[in-house]
Nanobody, 122 residues
Framework: QVQLVESGGGLVQAGASLRLSCVAS????????MGWFRQAPGKELDFVAG????????YYADSVKGRFTISRDNPKNTVYLQMNSLKPEDTAVYFC???????????????WGQGTQVTVSS
């Protein structure tokens, strides 16, 4: 069993930066791929970024490539999402997820956090 807790969301102006953190409790964090997803009001859950268990491989949605960076610190059981040059369209609830492999879809991820709100004003 893995529990995930996100933090770091907030209200910022366009162009600002935020760093989201997701802390995992439970065993074997370093064996899981991690992903960040987001859901804007009235929209579907969208993949944002993923990282494999070692941190060697990362993947991004086209909409955030070059602006967001996913990373992980396995000894600290934490995955991060550094978000730069934020845009109003980045406004959403951001969720972290853990699973056996990186995926751009929800299905393979077994564990999910409760989400953290990111609001970007224009």
């Amino acid at each position: 069993q893995v529990q995930l807790v996100e933090s770091g969301g907030g209200l910022v102006q366009a162009g600002a930066s935020l760093r989201l953190s997701c802390v995992a409790s439970g065993r074997a964090f370093s064996s899981y791929a991690m992903g960040w997803f987001r859901q804007a009001p009235g929209k579907e859950l969208d993949f944002v970024a993923g990282i494999n268990s070692s941190g060697r491989y990362t993947y991004y949605a086209d909409s955030v490539k070059g602006r967001f960076t996913i990373s992980r610190d396995n000894p600290k059981n934490t995955v991060y999402l550094q978000m730069n040059s934020l845009k109003p369209e980045d406004t959403a609830v951001y969720f972290c997820a853990a699973g056996p492999v990186i995926s751009r879809v929800k299905a393979p991820y077994t564990y999910w956090g409760q989400g953290t709100q990111v609001t970007v004003s224009s």
